[in-house]
T-cell receptor
Framework: AQSVAQPEDQVNVAEGNPLTVKCTYS??????LFWYVQYPNRGLQFLLK??????LVKGSYGFEAEFNKSQTSFHLKKPSALVSDSALYFC??????????????FGRGTSLIVHP | NAGVTQTPKFQVLKTGQSMTLQCAQD?????MYWYRQDPGMGLRLIYY???????DKGEVPNGYNVSRLNKREFSLRLESAAPSQTSVYFC????????????FGDGTRLSIL
C-alpha cells in the first residue's frame, strides 16, 4: 500500500522568507512524487514532479522540491515567499513498481499563508 | 484547448434527488478520475477509469455510479443524494504513463439539503 503524509495543516511565513512544506511518503517500490497547488475555487495545478535522477527538482513559480530516499521525504521549498504563494498545497505519490498501484494517493493538503 | 471541463459548477439538491456530474477532457487522455474534496480530508478517490470501457472503484464509491461514455467523457451519478455527499467534486485526467501529472477541472460544488 502507498500513503502520503503532510504533517502540517498550515504553514505561516513572512513575505521574503524561505518556505518549506513537508511531505513524507510510503511505497513498496519506486515512487513517482508530485506537488500540486490549489487556489480558491480552482482545481489542482501541477507544480513539479520527481521521477528519477537529480534529487533537487525545480518547478513552476520558483518552487523546488528535494527528494530524500533515506528519509522518504519530498519537501517543497521556495527561497523567497510571495503573498501570492498563499494557497493549498498537495503532495501525491504513485507506486510504479511491478504490482504497485498506478493510482495516485494524495496527502491531506497544507495551507500556506504568506504574511506581508 | 480547454483541458478538463466540469459541469455544472454549482448545484443544490434536496435529499433523495438524483443528478449527474459531467466531465470532459480534450487532451486525448486515457485515464480519468473522480475525487471528492472535504475540509481536512484532502482528495479522496471515488471512481476511476484507466481506459475507455473500464471503470473501477476507488476509496469511497458508495452512493455513486460512473459512466465512461467515450474517451473524452466520464460522468458521475448520485442516484439518491444524501447530506453526507455535500462536497466539492473534481474530475481529473492523465495521459497513460506513470510519470505524467494529472490535469484537474475546476470542480463542482454540490450542496445537499
Amino acid at each position: 500500500a502507498q500513503s502520503v503524509a503532510q504533517p502540517e495543516d498550515q504553514v505561516n511565513v513572512a513575505e521574503g522568507n524561505p518556505l518549506t512544506v513537508k511531505c513524507t511518503y510510503s511505497v513498496s517500490g519506486n515512487p513517482y512524487l508530485f506537488w500540486y497547488v490549489q487556489y480558491p475555487n480552482r482545481g489542482l495545478q501541477f507544480l513539479l514532479k520527481y521521477i528519477t535522477g537529480d534529487n533537487l527538482v525545480k518547478g513552476s513559480y520558483g518552487f523546488e522540491a528535494e527528494f530524500n530516499k533515506s528519509q522518504t521525504s519530498f519537501h517543497l521549498k521556495k527561497p523567497s515567499a510571495l503573498v501570492s504563494d498563499s494557497a493549498l498545497y498537495f503532495c501525491a505519490v504513485r507506486d510504479m513498481s511491478p504490482g504497485g498501484s498506478y493510482i495516485p494517493t494524495f496527502g491531506r493538503g497544507t495551507s500556506l499563508i504568506v504574511h506581508p | 484547448n480547454a483541458g478538463v471541463t466540469q459541469t455544472p459548477k454549482f448545484q443544490v439538491l434536496k435529499t433523495g434527488q438524483s443528478m449527474t456530474l459531467q466531465c470532459a477532457q480534450d487532451m486525448n487522455h486515457n485515464s480519468m478520475y473522480w475525487y471528492r474534496q472535504d475540509p481536512g480530508m484532502g482528495l479522496r478517490l471515488i471512481y476511476y477509469s484507466a481506459s475507455e470501457g473500464t471503470t473501477d472503484k476507488g476509496e469511497v464509491p458508495n452512493g455513486y455510479n460512473v459512466s465512461r461514455l467515450n474517451k473524452r467523457e466520464f460522468s458521475l451519478r448520485l442516484e439518491s443524494a444524501a447530506p453526507s455527499q455535500t462536497s466539492v467534486y473534481f474530475c481529473a485526467s492523465i495521459r497513460q504513463g506513470g510519470n505524467q501529472p494529472q490535469h484537474f477541472g475546476d470542480g463542482t460544488r454540490l450542496s445537499i439539503l
